[in-house]
């Protein structure tokens, strides 16, 4: 039942929604007449897919609740700087509702059953090689970084986050047992590094980068190994 509503809602949301869709209900909210088009079309294909009449009160649900989420959504997005937040708060709402929706006749024991099958140690290891390790280097490397002279034409945060992209790609290297890949990965830095650093022949950047780089890799490193063993 969940993968039906989960497909009918990526069909709905993505496959079949134009970008002029998006773009009218942007400019004119709740009087969009896309808007309503887009939850009946929500609505058909949920019917479509589970393919059962009696369902109806279900596909209705999902209908009426989108209808709300998006609206929500609608009217909030100006409110936040960084656009993609209201689009994923929505996508997660929905995810919830199409959860409760699949579940709904014994929603406490599924949902027990989800928890008890969720591996909590991987959790806390995706969690830690995200925003924990990059709070911990940016603590270990607060005395080098007032030291240099950071390219202040770089992206916001776009050090921090290729950090903590590249983290998860190394813990998941060592939980496919996958070792060579960060020897891949760690090259792979080094030649997009490599022109930047040749650029500004910057002794005390390229040191600063190459210790951040040691130190993440080292935390995801420990993270992954700790997962290992633990699990």
Known sequence: MFTKLLLAHLIGDFLLQPNRWVIHKEANRAASKYLYYH??????VTMILLWDLSYWNIA???????YVIDLAKLYTTPLFKLKSIPFFIDQALHLVVLYVCAYYENLPE??????EKLDWPLATALIFVTF???IIMGKLLEAMSDKIELDHKSLPNAGKYIGIIERLF?????IL???EAIGLLIAAKSVFRFNDLKESNNRKLTEYILIGTLLSFGLAIIAGVVYINVR
Do not use: Y
Request: charged share 5%; net charge neutral; aromatic share 14%.
């Open 39 to 44: 939850v009946l079309l929500h609505f058909l």
């Open 60 to 66: 209705l649900v999902i209908a009426v609740s989108h």
């Open 110 to 115: 599924h949902t027990i059953a989800l928890f």
């Open 132 to 134: 924990p390790a990059a």
């Open 170 to 174: 190394v813990l998941m290297f060592i």
């Open 177 to 179: 047992d996958r070792w």
